[in-house]
């Protein structure tokens, strides 16, 4: 079979996943059949080698259930909790202070946690029936809570970045510190939106009663933030203070991540054996998703980038006379009209290796490359028909209706691809920190 | 036949609730290291491979919990929107044209490696501890045969699902 074949017929197999079969399985059995179709017993010879030594192997991807592990415990923990019973007093005084605090708490919460899900569903538990009880607009409501929850997966520790690195060929620690500013840029900028809409229309989100208020500059304010907000905020500077320094591994902060979140929920009397027999078993079944994907993918990309696949998709995108700016901007559109469809774990694991390498070949800078692809990822999860930020938020039943969750997350959805734009026009704001801290 | 089928569900399960404490031993053999190192500037000869042995044995462990409880990933555009027959039907193609000529493929070539590295006395040579490889690599074979095992009775479920068009309840 020549690589052209292949690639077409390998690309158009994906659509078996429409069966609905769990896609881990799809994708394997794509590679698996290919791979014996181009390289015969060989790729079965292989075989051992990518998944065992491969994906089973992979020092760097042991951090995916500790970080996991982590953001388990923070949520049991409570801490988000408490960080919001400060921050909606200290904010719910102006209008649209709920929804600024609920956005800032998605940015500290994604700062302790690698995957969405968790992150989502804590803030939008706490957030949503304050907000709906101070009679904000739905739509903002769940835009910011969708908004603000896919936060988790760019915001480091993130388990999307840890799985990009090594494909890649990038250090984790670098996109860690690359991801820092794009995700505090899609945070400031969200807020900022919320700001100006509710000063242009206030009962879009009504200020709250005064006697709630709590005064920034106070004695009250001082000995809540001790005993509510440093403890974890000590938590994510340790944590990723030891990463972007060069003391720990990701794997090794991971770990002490870990740890510090149950020492926390120790500290917090939240620690049952209940309660860490629920998060080892939520955190396994994560993983395992995770890692079933990935080593399946791995089988994939094994057999389309043997077959010469890859070769075949530079050659067709060089061919068209798009010039490299051209091919960059393709790349991404693909990767948005996939995001519709596919969830990222699917995108990252089989796109990436297919395009990474030929945008290095074109001259970009792969660290780069890999932030506003990971950055652009972030669209995925608000994008229908497959919007999983809205069925996590859905999910939860907080009494929202469908129609203003999907209509709230439109301002959302143009924020953040003006943001990539940014990360695009200025390539300083993905790679200056990572620069900077490893010159 | 419910006997056997509830068997199998109580394996995937035990073996995950069990293999999902390892996150716990990894935690802390991770810290263990980290503390003796950083503290004490004593270097831990088997960290790098304990680590590597204990995450992948975890994330595989958890392959058939996963499947028993549903947790893999669909695409459930068309999907979502069939009946409980549909989504059998569905679900009977599926594994029969994506789940069990995978799965048989990965079990005999992981369980051939596995018997192989237990034959030769394999060993890593990643770092200076140099441990077995056979004790992974089984913990690999077994977890991938027993997803095969549970794709065997969920396929059973599916099957007698589709012939009865409800919901097969055990």
Redesign the interface.
Known sequence: MSPELTTVLMLLSLF???????????I??VG?VFGLLTSGPAY?YM??AR??GGT????I??A???FI?MGNMMQTSGVAERAFFILHRWFGGFNGGLAVATLVLAIIFAATTGVVGASETAIGLLAVPAMLKARYSQSLISGSVCGGGTLGILIPPSVMLILYAPMAGVSVIQMFAGAVIPGLLLGLSYIIYVIVRCAINPSLGPSVESEERLPFFSKESLVLGLTHLVPPFFLIFAVLGSLFFG??SP??A???G??GA?VLCLCYKRLTWYT??DN??S???????I???AMAANMFTGAFLSAGCGQVITDLLTSLGLGRWGIFLTSLFIIFVLGC???W??ILLIVVPIFSPMLNKLGFDPLWVGLVICTSLQISFLTP??AYSIFYLKGMNLGLSLHSMYVGIIPFVMLQIIVVAITIIFPQTCVWLPRWLTP | MDKVLHAVDRLSDIT??C???L??V??????Y??ILR?ILAWPCFWA?DM??M???S??????A???Y?G??????????R?SPRG?AI??I???L???F???I??VY??G??AIWSLQLGERSSASAWRPYMWP??LV?AYALALLLLQGIVDFVRRVITAVKGVEYES
Not at chain 1, 56 to 59: A, C, K
Not at chain 2, 26 to 31: E, G, N, Y
Not at chain 2, 58 to 63: D, N, P, S, T, V
């Open positions: 078996i996943l429409l069966l609905g079969f769990p896609v881990a399985f799809g394997g059995t698996l079965l075989l051992p998944i065992i089973l192997s992979e020092y991807l042991a995916v259930p500790l592990f003391v720990a794997t090794e991971g770990a002490v870990a740890l149950v860490l027999l080892c078993y955190t396994l079944r994560i993983t395992a998703m890692i079933f994907i469809f596919i969830d774990i699917g028909p497959f | 995950g609730k293999g999902s404490l996150v716990v990894l935690t802390l053999a991770i810290c290291d980290v950083y790098y680590t590597i204990l995450y992948g975890f994330a595989i462990l958890g392959a919990y996963c499947h409880l947790g893999h990933v669909r695409m459930d555009l068309l999907y979502g069939l989504k569905a679900d193609i599926g594994y044209c994506l789940f000529p995978l799965m493929v990965l070539k992981c051939e490696n992974f690599k690999i």
